[in-house]
């Protein structure tokens, strides 16, 4: 069946963390993780395969967790 909404709200959340938890600790393996999974999503979401609810926030969380850099998480 098709992703729910709150599928993609989950994701977002992750990515969110991860982007917060980067800032802290200054670790990037866990959010590049979360970076590979959501692109997957990203993927899926090109193809149609989730509903346009929550799409922009998830697009958004994700461009901003890859515009992290290892400065970003210093700073």
Known sequence: ????EAD???????????A????RASDRSSLNDLIEKAEAVAAE??????????QEAFQAALDAAKAL?????QA
């Open 20 to 23: 917060e938890g980067l800032v």
């Open 45 to 54: 979401i090109a193809e149609g395969k989730y509903l346009p609810d929550g």
């Open 1 to 4: 069946g098709e992703p729910l």
């Open 8 to 18: 993609v709200t989950k994701a977002y959340d992750g990515l969110l963390n991860a």
């Open 69 to 73: 850099t290892k400065d970003d998480a």
